[in-house]
């Protein structure tokens, strides 16, 4: 069949659902025309008929009236409209330039004024020696509260809200004219001037792996004069006292002053721990790591800059701010790059159509009503697959899926959100990525049997939500089935418990030495075949299964405790200060407690021996190296 009998059939079919209206319109018309004597003027009236059609047209479940039928009036989507609409991709939108401001407006005379009241935790401030009576503090991951009178430099950890929670365009504007005070990587930069517009006056990218000096002690001291202690009520401006041009250098040399170096924080895109180093006018050096969200992998330890703090290295990390999110042995999840490969495998499998395939499908493909209107020629994908996603991360995972289906397209789905989802991923400046990347959400210029999907993590969560997200758009008009990936942090040994939160915050757990032992011990494995045997929810029995599929994968971007048991053992840290479930004080309680134990261990392991533990877990302990990891 010729492409046009099809259209004129489908034009038919069009044809049938119209409704024809035939109305008759009367109105009364007037003439005039003038007399034999041409000067008086005579009025005629008559009553015309006209006959009017009006061609009603069955569109997406109402009647709308034909462009022929003269006046329209605009109607507004209602009911399942609304719903149907939440679910549709739509075309991202484009950012016009940001307007260029004439000079005089550049340089505001006065700072804005915060509504911010609380002041910032003391968690959250790192203080670090200048002399005996003088000090120097930073804030970390601390942009909701008042502005302070000593901080003038705010250090961003990675762009999830909880984390730069408070920020607004105005926020730097609040805190100073035209310094550098927000110091943060490069990804994370591109973001905030993404969503914020931030001005780039404001902003430090910290290039990775590059120590840089951002303050200077000894003109802090020169311009305090002697002053024991700091008198910032007004008289003088933070600023004022060490900040160095243009907020910094990178550097080696070793004079007094605070450095700090960016480290892959192996979370999301742009996550980096902050190594501070600070060097007093006495020439002391004392290190401090601050580990904001991180999942702890081998390469971290192995990172040059991290080397020195090992047990029996060079040098002593004074002061761990450690990401505790799961401080329990029984949240041991596996490495993130297994579950990576092990969802890539079943993709892979699936889509070979063999018995895996039919066991789980089934062997015939139903049909729909409309697939008579298809082309001979469309032949349909295999398989949409939809990773759910946060604003930014679990990219890997869908990165790890089309470098194994032969770089399939992957597609940024902009519903629930401000439309410049794929402008964020795109700032990532991730080479592949950038390669596979498509504005074509059915990909029909691809030879590829697989799409892929960055959805929101709602869509993945439900069987209406996965099914609503693949009718509205009638994708089943291009693929034959629909997977859903939801990598929760938490979705082990069948769990069917999901969690909603862009991070994970369980509460820590009593832990036995035993315990403890047995996780570092053991190294969880992670197969295709493991999310086939994972339970899911109740609600699950609603779904067309030979349609769709929802599995969630033990995925998280936190260190499972096993990690953080790895990190605290294998380095020379003084003090671990944990930094989240800290408001509860049962919890606080736990994680000491499993603090002061991992001390304990780590004395075992360096064979200073323990009263706690029977010989035998300490032959354990003695067995753990990197290469067990």
């Known amino acids: 069949m010729s492409l046009w009998q099809m259209d004129a059939r489908i034009k038919h079919v069009e044809d049938c659902l119209s409704m024809l209206t035939i109305k008759n319109e009367e109105r009364l018309e007037q003439s005039q025309s003038l007399g034999e004597d041409g000067r008086t003027i005579h009025t005629h009236t008559q009553r015309v008929t006209e006959t009017k059609v009006e061609v009603k047209k069955r569109t997406k479940g109402k009647f709308t009236a034909s462009e022929t039928s003269g006046k329209r009036r605009k109607s507004k989507p209602v009911g399942i409209q609304v719903e149907r609409n939440s679910f549709i991709n739509t075309v991202p939108k484009v950012k016009p330039p940001p307007k260029i401001k004439a000079d005089s407006d550049d340089v505001p005379q006065e700072l804005l004024v915060s509504s911010r009241t609380n002041p910032i935790p003391g968690l959250k401030i790192l203080s670090f020696t200048m002399t005996e009576n003088l000090g120097h503090d930073v804030a970390v991951d601390a942009f909701c509260y008042q502005p302070h009178n000593t901080i003038s430099q705010y250090f961003l950890s990675h762009f999830h809200s909880d984390h730069y929670g408070g920020f607004t365009k105005r926020w730097c504007r609040e805190r100073t004219l035209d310094k550098k005070i927000v110091y943060c990587s490069e990804i994370t930069a591109r973001l905030l001037q993404i969503r914020f517009n ?40 933070a600023f004022e006292e060490g900040y160095m041009l243009n907020g910094g250098f990178y550097s080696e040399e070793k004079t007094p002053g605070l450095y700090v170096t960016s480290i892959d924080a192996n979370h999301c895109p742009g996550a980096v721990i902050f190594l501070f180093e600070s060097i007093s006018l006495s020439m002391e050096s004392s290190f401090s790591l601050h580990c904001g969200d991180f999942r702890v992998c081998r390469a971290m330890l192995e990172h040059p800059m991290i080397l020195p703090f090992h047990i029996g290295g060079s040098s002593v990390l004074h002061k761990a701010y450690l990401d505790t999110t799961y401080m329990s042995p029984e949240h041991n999840f596996p490495l993130q790059e297994t579950v990576c490969d092990a969802a890539a495998t079943l993709v892979e499998k699936f889509a070979e159509k063999g018995p895996l395939y039919n066991e789980y499908f089934g062997t ?29 991360g679990k990219e890997k995972l869908a990165i790890s899926i ?4 032969d770089s399939c397209p992957i597609y ?18 991730n080479d592949f990525l950038d390669s596979v990347l498509t504005d074509d959400d059915v990909g029909k210029y691809s030879s590829a049997e697989v799409m892929i999907h960055l959805v929101p993590m709602k869509i993945v969560g439900s069987p209406k939500e996965i099914s609503s997200y693949f009718n509205h758009n009638q994708y089943f008009n291009h693929f034959e089935r629909c997977i859903g990936f939801r990598p929760t942090g938490w979705a082990f040994e069948g ?8 991070d994970e915050k369980p509460y820590a757990e009593d832990a036995s030495f035993q315990d403890m032992i047995e996780a570092l011990k053991n190294r969880p494995n992670y197969t295709y075949l493991d999310i086939l045997k994972q339970k899911r929810p109740q609600s699950d029995k609603l779904m067309d299964k030979p349609t769709f599929k ?19 053992l294998m380095l020379n840290i003084s003090e671990i200060i944990p930094t989240v479930n800290t408001g509860n004080e049962f919890s606080r309680a736990k994680m000491e407690s499993i603090i002061e134990k991992w001390r304990i261990l780590q004395g075992a392991i360096t064979q200073k021996g323990s009263k706690n533990l029977s010989s035998e877990l300490q032959n354990d ?7 067990s990891f």
């Open 402 to 405: 089309s470098k194994r289906m």
């Open 621 to 627: 302990l003695q067995s753990l190296t990197l290469e």
């Open 412 to 429: 940024v789905s902009n519903i629930n959100s401000r439309g410049d989802k794929k402008e964020i991923i795109a700032s990532f400046q």
């Open 495 to 502: 769990t069917s418990d999901f969690l909603e939160l862009e």
């Open 198 to 237: 931030v001005e780039e006056q404001f902003i430090f990218p910290l290039k990775l792996n590059a120590r840089c000096k951002v303050w200077d002690y000894g003109h802090a001291v020169n311009v305090c004069s002697g002053d024991k202690t700091y008198d910032n009520n007004g008289s003088r401006s």
């Open 364 to 392: 015939t493909l139903q049909s729909r009503i409309t697939d008579f209107l298809q082309l001979p020629r469309m032949k349909k994908k295999k398989f949409l697959i939809l990773v759910g996603t946060y604003l930014i």
């Open 550 to 568: 929802i599995y969630s994968l033990p995925y998280s971007e936190h260190s499972s405790f096993r990690e953080l048991s790895f990190f605290a």
